[in-house]
């Protein structure tokens, strides 16, 4: 399966921009690149995903490297409610389309 | 539109007990799975399912069983429960193909005692 690698950790200041890296060197062509937080005591949320091309929605930015081994997803304005766990994860068609979780990225905000 | 519903929310086991974790989606999705959470760490895949009739193990199937005789429905068997399966389990659905959202439901706090 393909994995990818995050920090540990991140800190950020309130209302300042963030940027969560996540390499995957082993990325095949159809793998999807997904993004996922999971708050304390809750159920993993969809942040954002992509395949080749930056994506943006409401929520974050996502930027794949051109080789498409690395990706960042971008928080412009970190809150106070964005800390969570950000889990970066491939989901490809010869898993079965599972998503595998690595340990993700604890992104802490201080006001 | 209730999205990914699991039950119950808590539940404490004795060692050797059986038990069924609910999870029903009302999305018509095809694509289900069990995830487990142990304190600290990221989610493990236990088992998943690309469509009724269809099952598949994940990384720690050990010691669970699923089936999926309805698109909505993919109850999660608790078979003799150990101290080790003490977790929080998560159930999941999402529509076909690689390239879309995963629904997650709040989770199931199981403590085996």
């Known amino acids: 399966d393909a994995k990818t690698t995050q920090p540990n950790s991140m800190e950020s200041n309130e209302e300042e921009p963030v940027h969560l890296p996540c390499n995957h060197s082993?990325?095949?062509?159809?793998?999807?690149i997904h993004w996922y937080r999971q708050l304390p005591s809750q159920g993993p949320e969809y942040v954002i995903h992509?395949?080749?091309s930056n994506v943006n929605n409401r929520m974050a930015s996502l930027a794949i490297a051109e080789d498409r081994k690395s990706s960042t997803l971008i928080l412009h304005r970190a809150t106070l409610r964005d800390a969570a766990v950000y889990y970066c994860?491939?989901?490809?068609?010869?898993?079965?389309?599972?998503?595998?979780f690595g340990q993700g990225t604890e992104l802490s905000v201080k006001p | 539109n209730a999205g990914v519903t699991q039950t119950p929310k808590f539940q404490v086991l004795k060692t050797g007990q059986s038990m069924t974790l609910q999870c029903a989606q009302d999305?018509?999705?095809?694509?289900m799975s069990w995830y487990r959470q142990d304190p600290g760490m990221g989610l493990r895949l236990i088992h998943y399912?690309?469509?009724?009739?269809?099952?598949d193990q994940g990384e720690v199937p050990n010691g669970y069983n699923v089936s999926r005789s309805t698109t909505e429905d993919f109850p999660l068997r608790l078979l003799s429960a150990a101290p080790s399966q003490t977790s929080v389990y998560f159930c999941?659905?999402?529509?076909?193909?690689?390239?879309?959202?995963?629904?997650f439901g709040e989770g199931s706090w199981l403590t085996v005692v």
């Open positions: 399912s690309v469509g009724a009739g269809i099952t």
């Open positions: 082993t990325i095949s062509g159809t793998d999807y």
């Open positions: 992509g395949l080749t």
């Open positions: 999305m018509n999705h095809e694509y």
């Open positions: 994860i491939l989901r490809g068609y010869n898993q079965g389309g599972k998503l595998i």
């Open positions: 999941a659905s999402s529509p076909p193909g690689t390239g879309n959202t995963i629904y």
